[in-house]
């Protein structure tokens, strides 16, 4: 782990009182690879050693009497700092119903994550309502068709109309069956692909959501920062899923997306059933990026 | 970008941000760069870059191989989202425009759905398909994928199987098992592709070498080209493993399947 890597820094170089620039300048090499190592995206790095290497330089680590427990402390608690610090709970509408719109890149993870956030809501006494605005994967409707079934809550579909009017018919249908919060799906799209983002841009102005949730693959590597920023750019979002955390990957892309678009993360998708669904913690994933 | 009898040290702190951003990795950057820091004769940064990545990436057999005189069995293999039942629907409508016969074997039988959007993929390629219902043991569906492409004297088996991080014991086990029953009954599939998706972190060499443990990976479908991730994992799949890029997926339309070309790839991954 980094915080052994820092511990034998310290160790190998005998150092008793104050630090030397050499010994940080060591340890910052160490932070720089395990967070390149994790998938952190090679500007973040350079901005997090930046500002880890100030404190490092200060006061604090300076009069600490376990310099090297003082700096992983710093490095964790920067990396905290940019997750979000606490778990960040859902916005909702003062005037029912909320809508909440998913967005991301093909496979992320989106039509599950509508599945799971509909079956949280509904255990908490809301009653939901999943629309299904993709009207290009084969079977895509479908699948969110099976879904809610499973969670016992109403899907929306409707065929000959776009994607754009099926949402805004999704959110006229929660007027007329009192639902109160509406969850719509969407489909997988290329930030790179024109046509498809001013879809989602169209979608966003139509529904007007309280909440657009970023659904983003923990084991993305170095283009989430391409695709966080040219979302936030023309799809806008006020939160992130992240997905897949039930595998291995360090999810560095989290870091990225979260510093690059200053949203925090909402939920964390832990697993393939629609249980497997949580709030995010920040303090989690930090540890697990340093691995 | 680079030239003069030798770069500086700004110059291969600049190479390598061009392979990190990449996703080719610490370990693989700093073995690249430190093979060309060990020639004496960098004048051109990236025409040497390039040519390092390209012999990175070796001349492997690139080719999908067939079965002459029998039914050709591909496995289709890979985490979850990453393209494996959209690459299966593209392989099967190229082979049919090659005048071959298809059958597909659904044997995803866990995600909702799963089974309807390949039965989609098979009209639109003109390819039979098997499916159990849904819940059932995949195990049954590849044994009857099998038999309808004997009993119909299908060209090619290509087996469509649920995704499945690398992580999950037990599902990398139901992985090892489907690869057996084909192993017994039609001979070791001539390949068990792995589908790694492009914008793939430094997680897809653990995804390779852990599908190559249970399955035995002939060749990567690298998908999800047609964004801006450079999918430069595959050059540590490759060093690493010995597994070779066979495909690439370039869009989500039934003709969006390409071979892989190492010299293109590198152009773009060097941009
Ligand atoms: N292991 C695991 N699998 C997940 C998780 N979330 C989703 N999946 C799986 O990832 C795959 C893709 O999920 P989908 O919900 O179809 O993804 P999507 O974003 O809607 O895909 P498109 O609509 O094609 O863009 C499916 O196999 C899901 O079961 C998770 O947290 N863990
Ligand atoms: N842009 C792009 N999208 C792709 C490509 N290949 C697949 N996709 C999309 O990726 C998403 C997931 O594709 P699937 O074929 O369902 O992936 P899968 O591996 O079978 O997913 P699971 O069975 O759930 O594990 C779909 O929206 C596809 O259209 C590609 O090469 N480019
Ligand atoms: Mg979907
Ligand atoms: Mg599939």
């Known amino acids: 782990t980094l915080s052994e890597r820092i511990e034998g820094i310290f160790g190998r170089l005998r150092s008793r009182g104050r630090l ?14 395990a967070l390149l190592e994790a998938d952190v995206h090679t500007d973040v790095v350079r901005a997090f050693v930046g500002r880890v290497r100030e404190r490092a330089m200060g006061e604090e680590v300076r009069k600490a009497l376990t310099p090297a427990q003082t700096i992983v402390k710093i490095v964790n608690d920067e990396l905290v700092e940019i997750l979000g610090r606490t778990t960040s709970p859902l916005t909702w509408s003062p005037k029912p119903p909320t809508v909440i719109m998913l967005a991301g890149l093909q496979g992320s993870g989106k039509t599950t994550a509508a599945g799971k956030l509909a079956r949280l809501l509904k255990s908490k006494g809301k009653r939901p309502l999943l629309v ?15 879904l809610g079934d499973e969670v016992d809550v109403p899907v929306v579909a409707r065929t000959g109309m776009t994607a754009v009017d099926v949402a805004a018919t999704g959110v006229e249908e929660a007027r007329r069956l009192m639902r109160d919060v509406v969850i719509v799906d969407t489909a997988g799209r290329l930030h790179v692909d024109e ?27 170095q283009d989430a920062v391409n695709v966080a920023t040219a979302f936030l750019e023309r799809v806008d979002y006020t939160g992130i899923i992240l997905t897949k955390l039930d595998g291995d990957a360090r999810g560095g892309a989290a870091l990225s997306i979260a510093q690059v678009s200053g949203r925090p993360v909402k939920f964390a998708s832990t697993g393939e059933r629609l249980d497997a669904f949580e709030p995010f913690h920040p303090d989690r994933l930090a540890s697990r990026i340093l691995g | ?3 003069g009898t030798a770069l500086t040290e700004q110059e291969w702190e600049e190479l390598e941000e061009v392979l990190l951003r990449a996703d080719v ?6 073995r690249i760069v430190g093979a060309m820091r060990s020639r004496r004769d960098v004048a051109d940064g990236m025409a040497a870059l390039k040519d390092e990545l390209v012999s990175a990436l070796g001349h492997p057999d690139r080719s999908l191989k067939t079965k002459p005189g029998g039914t050709t069995v591909w496995l289709i293999t890979g985490v979850n989202g990453v393209g494996k039942t959209t690459t299966i629907g593209k392989l099967a409508a190229q082979l049919r425009d090659e005048g071959r016969s298809v059958v597909l074997a659904a044997a995803d039988t866990f995600r909702a759905a799963a089974d309807q959007q390949l039965e989609r993929w098979a009209e639109l390629s003109g390819a039979d398909i098997v499916k ?13 994928g099998v038999a309808a ?19 999950k014991k037990n599902l990398m086990e139901e992985l090892g098992k489907i690869r057996r029953i084909l192993d017994r009954e039609t001979g070791a599939p001539e390949e068990v592709l792995l589908v790694l998706d492009a914008t793939t972190g430094q997680n897809g060499v653990a995804q390779a070498r852990a599908f ?4 035995g990976i002939t060749g990567i479908v690298l998908t999800k080209l047609d964004g801006t991730a450079k999918g430069g994992i595959v050059i540590a799949v490759q060093q690493e493993l010995g597994i070779p890029v066979k495909l690439v997926g370039l869009g989500e339309g039934i003709g969006d399947l390409a071979s892989f070309d190492p010299d293109g790839f590198v152009d773009d991954l060097l941009g």
Request: aromatic content about 2%.
């Open chain 1, 20 to 33: 030397s620039e050499q010994q940080i300048d060591e340890v910052l090499r160490e932070v720089r690879l």
């Open chain 1, 132 to 146: 299904a605005c993709d009207l290009r994967r084969p079977a895509a409707v479908e699948q969110l068709k099976l």
């Open chain 1, 195 to 221: 046509a498809m983002m001013s879809e989602a841009a169209a979608i966003r102005d139509r529904i007007q959501p309280t909440e657009t949730l970023f659904v983003a693959d923990a084991m993305t590597g």
């Open chain 2, 1 to 3: 970008l680079f030239k």
């Open chain 2, 25 to 30: 990795g610490v370990a693989a950057t700093q």
């Open chain 2, 132 to 144: 159990h219902a849904p819940g059932a043991d995949p195990a049954a569906v590849v044994y009857d």
């Open chain 2, 149 to 167: 492409a004997k009993a119909r004297a299908r060209d090619v088996l290509i087996v469509d199987t649920a995704g499945r991080l690398q992580t």
């Open chain 2, 212 to 215: 190559a443990e249970v399955a």
